[in-house]
């Protein structure tokens, strides 16, 4: 069984910093790629950051510059440290990974980006 439980989110002024943590159950975590989506109200789901197994890391344009996705394989965590922070990054943040065939995602966590 995959469980993924996010946590670090809050309210935070334009500008400033929010670092995001998945800890992740399983012994799959250092084989696989571990990825933050985001979901803005009345907006798709959006790919922020990906981190692969071998250490290879993506990033939406949107984030490029402000956003660093970090693994620690020995604790089965992923994190997300989001600097100069917008009010356009306001939105639920997911941790996700596939294993197996299937999706797995996390409840998500809450950002709001308010001045």
């Known amino acids: 069984q995959v469980q993924l439980v996010e946590s670090g989110g809050g309210l935070v002024q334009p500008g400033g910093s929010l670092r995001l943590s998945c800890a992740a159950s399983g012994s799959f975590f250092r084989l696989n790629t571990m990825n933050w989506y985001r979901q803005a109200p009345g907006t798709q789901r959006e790919l922020v950051a990906g981190s692969t197994s071998d250490g290879s890391t993506n990033y939406a344009d949107s984030v490029k510059g402000r956003f660093t996705i970090s693994r620690d394989n020995a604790k089965n965590t992923v994190y997300l440290q989001m600097n100069s922070l917008k009010p356009e990054d306001t939105a639920v943040y997911y941790c996700?990974?596939?294993?197996?065939?299937?999706?797995?995602w996390g409840k998500g966590t809450l950002i709001i980006v308010s001045s």
């Open positions: 996700n990974t596939r294993f197996a065939g299937t999706h797995y």
